[in-house]
């Protein structure tokens, strides 16, 4: 098998690139809505899923990013889910890549007096590409996330929550079952995964990042913890 490199995808915090939000005591370059007066925790709480669904009968034409803020490819805000909006540079990029249970929503930011078209990435929990059978996996001491030893017992995308459950209630929340070793059986770029919720990008999806010198993203290795590998 041949082993392949992937990260986990996350914003930017560089504030050289995303503008010196932090200052302004907020995380987020998208932050409020244009008509402010509106503001009600209802209609954040509406516009805050945290299971990851976005709902398109909501206006997504008032999102206002701050003034300190800069305009990049991937824009950081403290909306919906996976709290990230891509621009028109990146979706066409996308478009080339093989992205995951993917759907991109349109939707509008404003910064100071300009109007800018970005999208909404909505990304389905998904194990479609994993081979259980030549997957491994094992425990973890889930509070300093360190490898405790491989899981031996056979493990299905059925019995895998069964398992899970199981580990972290004997252990008292001490333990938790995780993949180690991931076997994919097609081809993909872009992919959250259901077995630890993360986001995971292909090396040639993050070069293509790259060389088009899209800004906003940030790639890390660690904790990955995992390696995932082509099934051949």
């Known amino acids: 098998m041949e082993k392949l490199k992937y990260y986990r995808l996350n914003n930017s915090t560089d504030e050289n690139e995303i ?42 034409t008032k999102f206002k990013a701050l003034d300190q803020a800069n305009m990049t490819d991937l824009m950081y805000s403290r909306f919906f889910w996976h709290e990230c909006f891509y621009s028109q ?12 249970n993917s759907k991109l929503i349109p939707c509008k930011v404003h910064h100071k007096k300009n109007i800018h078209d970005y999208f909404l990435m909505h990304i389905e929990e998904t194990n479609v590409m994993v081979d259980f059978e030549k997957s491994e996996f094992a425990i ?4 300093k996330e360190s490898f405790k030893h491989v899981y031996e017992e056979k493990v299905t995308e059925d019995s895998f929550w069964d398992i899970s459950r199981k580990i972290i209630a004997d252990s008292e929340n001490k333990l938790a079952i995780k993949p180690w070793k991931i076997v994919l059986n097609k081809p993909s770029d872009l992919f959250n995964l259901e077995l630890n919720g993360r986001f995971y990008i292909s090396n040639r999806f993050k070069e293509a990042i790259e060389k088009e010198k899209l800004t906003g993203f940030e790639f890390s290795e660690e904790p990955l913890k995992v390696e995932f590998y082509g099934n051949r």
């Open 19 to 60: 503008g010196f939000i932090y200052a302004q005591d907020v995380i987020y370059q998208i932050n409020d809505f244009i008509d402010a007066e509106n503001n009600t925790e209802k209609r954040f709480e509406a516009y805050s899923d945290f299971f990851g669904s976005i709902n398109e009968e909501l206006d997504l």
């Open 89 to 100: 540079k990146f979706t066409e990029l996308y478009k080339n890549f093989i992205v995951e």
């Open 140 to 143: 973890f001491d889930d509070l």
